[in-house]
C-alpha cells in the first residue's frame, strides 16, 4: 500500500470513528461515545489530521460535562481553546464555543458565560452551524439568554432554529429542536412536550421533559402533568448518564412532594478507599476535590452548605483523610477519573 492511500485508510478510520462517538453521545451511551472518541483522537493523531481532533475533544468536554466531572471537561474544555488558537478548529469552531458556554454556566451560572453565549447567538455563522449540529443547543440558548434578561437574543435563536427547520423538512431532530427552543419562548408546555417525544437525542428529549414540568408546575392544577414530566426527565437524565440533571430534577421533584429512591452517581466514584460512601458522599468529594466550596457544592446538588459539610465529616473519616488536600489526593486515584485523564492527552 502507497503512503498516500495508507494516509487515505487512516483518515477515513478516524472520521469513521468520530462519526460513531457522536452518535453513541446522541443515543445517551456516554461510555462507548468517550471510548470511541478516545480511540478516534488517536488515529487522527497518527495520521496528522489534527483537525478532526477537536470534534472528538467535544464529545469528550460534553460527556464529562453530563457525568458531573467538571475538572476533566475543563481539561478538554482548554484543549479545544488551544486548539484555537493554533488554527485547528476550522470545522465546527460553534461546538467549541458551546462546550466552554456550559463549562462557565455550570461553574458560575449564566452571567459567568455572558459574554461566550452573546458571541454565539450574534455570530450568524456559529450560530447556524451550532443549531444545525446540537439538537440541545436552541433550547438551552434560549433559557440561557433569558436568564441573562436578553429577550431580544432568545428571540434570535428561535427565529433562526425555526428557519433552519423550514429549510429543511423532514429532518426531524432540526424540527424537534426548532419546536422546543420555541415553546420556551412562548412559554407553552404542550408545544415542548412535542419536542420531547419527537426529539431523538436522549438528553435533548430529557431537558424536554424538565422543561415542560416546570411550566406545568406554575399553571393552575398543573402539579399532576409537572410531576409526569419531571419523571421522564429524570428517567432521560439517568439514561443519558447525566446525574447532575437528573439531581436537579429530582430536586424539582421533592419540592412538589414527589420523592424518588433512585440517586444518580457521579463520574469516578467506585475505587480506592471509596467503597464505603455513599452515592451523596461521592458527589460531595467529586465536586470538593474539584475545588468547589461548601456552598458552591450545595448549590450543584441541591442541599444545604451545611449538609456538605456534614457528609464531608463523613468522608474525612470513611476515606482516612484530614483535609480537602488530601481528599483531593486520594479522589485522583480513583480508577474512573484516570482512564478519563488517560483520555485527555
Known amino acids: 500500500m502507497t503512503a498516500a492511500r495508507r494516509e487515505v485508510g487512516d483518515g477515513l478510520a478516524a472520521a469513521s470513528l468520530l462519526c460513531a462517538a457522536d452518535l453513541a453521545f446522541a443515543k445517551g451511551d456516554v461510555t462507548t461515545a468517550v ?12 495520521a496528522g489530521l489534527h483537525r478532526l481532533v477537536p470534534d472528538a475533544r467535544t464529545v469528550m468536554a460534553l460527556s464529562a460535562l453530563r457525568q458531573g466531572n467538571m475538572s476533566v471537561s475543563k481539561e478538554f474544555a482548554d484543549q479545544l481553546r488551544d486548539g484555537a488558537l493554533l488554527g485547528q478548529t476550522a ?3 460553534s461546538q ?5 458556554a456550559q463549562l462557565l454556566e455550570v461553574q458560575g451560572g449564566p452571567t459567568r458565560a455572558a459574554e461566550l453565549i452573546t458571541g454565539i447567538v450574534t455570530d450568524d455563522q456559529l450560530l447556524l452551524e451550532l443549531l444545525a449540529a446540537q439538537p ?5 440558548l434560549v433559557r440561557a439568554t433569558r436568564q441573562l434578561g436578553a429577550e431580544a437574543l432568545a428571540r434570535r435563536v428561535v427565529s433562526v432554529a425555526s428557519a433552519l427547520a423550514a429549510r429543511n423538512h423532514g429532518l426531524r431532530a432540526v424540527a424537534a429542536a426548532a ?3 420555541s415553546g420556551l419562548l412562548e412559554r407553552d408546555p404542550g408545544r415542548v ?6 426529539h431523538l437525542d436522549v438528553w435533548a428529549a430529557a431537558s424536554a421533559w424538565e422543561d415542560a414540568g416546570r411550566l406545568f408546575a406554575v399553571q393552575p392544577a398543573g402539579r399532576e402533568r409537572a410531576v409526569e414530566a419531571l419523571e421522564s426527565a429524570a428517567d432521560g437524565y439517568a439514561s443519558a448518564t447525566a446525574p447532575r440533571d437528573a439531581r436537579r430534577v429530582m430536586s424539582r421533584l421533592r419540592s412538589l412532594g414527589v420523592r424518588r429512591g433512585h440517586y444518580p452517581q457521579y463520574a469516578g466514584q467506585e475505587g480506592v478507599s ?6 451523596t458522599e461521592a458527589a460531595v468529594a467529586e465536586l ?14 441541591f442541599i444545604s452548605g451545611h449538609t456538605v459539610a456534614f457528609h464531608l465529616k463523613k468522608i474525612f473519616r470513611k476515606m482516612n483523610v484530614a483535609s480537602r488536600v488530601e481528599l483531593t489526593r486520594a479522589w485522583s486515584q480513583v480508577p474512573t477519573a484516570a482512564a478519563w485523564g488517560a483520555k485527555a492527552q
Do not use: C, M, Y
Open 179 to 181: 419546536l422546543h427552543a
Open 91 to 93: 470545522h465546527r469552531p
Open 288 to 301: 470538593v476535590s474539584q475545588g468547589f466550596t461548601n456552598s458552591q457544592v450545595g448549590e450543584r446538588l
Open 35 to 46: 471510548d470511541v472518541a478516545g480511540k478516534g483522537i488517536d488515529q487522527a493523531q497518527r
Open 136 to 140: 440541545a443547543a436552541a433550547a438551552w
Open 274 to 279: 471509596t467503597s464505603a460512601l455513599t452515592r
Open 193 to 198: 412536550v412535542a419536542a420531547a417525544a419527537s
Open 96 to 100: 467549541s464555543a458551546w462546550v466552554a
